[in-house]
C-alpha cells in the first residue's frame, strides 16, 4: 500500500520562506517521477514542479512559471522523500500543496498560507 505523508506547511509572511517535505512509502521510490501540485482557493489543483526519476532521459526538473526562481523541488531516493523549498513567498502561493508519485498516488496536502 503506497502511503504518502507531506508536511512542512503553514503561516508565513509574505517574502518568506517554507520548505515542504513529502515522505513516500509501498513502492521503489526511485523509479517514479516526484510532482508538487497546489489547489488554491476557488481554483483547480495545478502542477507546480517535477523531479523526474534518474531513470529517464528527460529533463531533471521543471517549475510553472509562476513559482521558477522562487521555489526548488529535490529528492532523496535513500530515504524516499521529495522537498519544496519555496521562497520569497507571495500571497498568491497560498494554497494546499500535494505531493503526488507519478501523478498517480496522491497525499492529502498540506496547507501554506502568505499573509501578513
Known amino acids: 500500500q503506497v502511503r504518502i505523508v507531506e508536511s512542512g506547511g503553514g503561516l508565513v509572511q509574505p517574502g518568506g520562506s517554507l520548505r515542504l517535505s513529502c515522505e513516500v512509502t509501498?513502492?521503489?521510490?526511485?523509479?517514479?517521477?516526484m510532482f508538487w501540485y497546489r489547489q488554491r482557493p476557488g481554483s483547480e489543483r495545478e502542477w507546480v514542479a517535477v523531479?523526474?526519476?534518474?531513470?529517464?532521459?528527460?529533463?531533471?526538473?521543471d517549475y510553472a512559471d509562476s513559482v521558477r526562481g522562487r521555489f526548488t523541488i529535490s529528492r532523496d531516493d535513500d530515504k524516499n522523500m521529495v522537498f519544496l523549498q519555496m521562497n520569497n513567498l507571495e500571497p498568491e502561493d497560498t494554497a494546499r500543496y500535494y505531493c503526488?508519485?507519478?501523478?498517480?498516488?496522491w497525499g492529502q496536502g498540506t496547507q501554506v498560507t502568505v499573509a501578513s
Open positions: 503526488s508519485v507519478g501523478r498517480t498516488w
Open positions: 509501498g513502492l521503489v521510490f526511485s523509479e517514479y517521477h
Open positions: 523531479k523526474f526519476s534518474d531513470v529517464t532521459s528527460y529533463s531533471d526538473i
